[in-house]
């Protein structure tokens, strides 16, 4: 059963912007001709949990949800780690994001699965309608001129990085071309697919795939194997409940990799305030006590309605009433939920 989504001329892909980041898909090839050295893995790896780190500590918990505290040099140094990882500006990427919380799975919300799968991984990227930064949602962000150039020059610590891979990789291998192109095919070209497509599946597969333990609005899951190749970002049913959490695996066998790092860190006194869940977030809300579940009402609704629809011709006044039901029902569990408030979210 696939039903074709109708898709605005400015949510299309836009396939000469986007032409860099789809070719960049076949540079890892390049890697067959080169051939691979040893020490191309570990630069790999390197880039890959090291870029994921200030993604999900940086952009995603600092920029985008203020959920921990650090002093003016740190703040510019995790957002230029960020902008290493082709996912464009500190800013840019916090304002789409705070506007996915905001409207998460509702008719604006800017990458919802429920507007198709691929939409939600990356078409929502590659089309014209979302290149500009949202400033209006990141006051608090644009007062720093030297975020604001990051936003604006995030491809100069990008191209700063592919030279430096390929420098280190004519150090490491006494100045021969080939296979210093082999490290930079796998450990930079490689490693930024990977991440750019992991970091994707939070806003596709986790709202697809997993555990709900909390009501929210939205379709957001926990998934363990999200969590573990995302630095615990899979806990995402967790962060739409409580997004002023810095630590989003909220027990102690929710693996939670970016958070221990900003421990350390916290230790170290480089950043500050981390936030925990408190006590009335972890037990407000639980699905398993009968909280009602608004995100997977539709969901449920449908395979009810689809059942009925087995069973019997349902006559079109028969219908009509099944449709105003299914918004008197939605009215009353909205206003449940209303009721039963978590805490304030940031
Ligand atoms: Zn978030
Ligand atoms: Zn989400």
Redesign the pocket.
Known sequence: MSKTIERAPDERVNWLGSAPFILMHLLPLGALFTGVPWVAWIVMAVLYFGRMWFITAGYHRYFAHRSYKMGRVMQFLIALGGSTAVQKGPIWWAAHHRH??KH?DQENDIHSPKRGFWWSHMGWILCRKYDATRTELVPDLMKYPELRWLNKYWIVPQVALIAAVFGLGLLLTGGAIVPALGILFVGFFLSTILLSHTTYT??SL??VFGRRRFATS?T?RNNWMLALITGGEGW?NN??HYQGSTRQGFRWYEIDTTYYVLWVLSKLRLVRDLRQPSERALNSRLIKQGAPDIGTFDKYWARAVKALHHTSDLAIEKKQQLAELYAATLARLEEIARETPTEPAA
């Open positions: 996915h919380h998460s939070i806003n986790s709202h939205d957001s995402h962060h739409h």
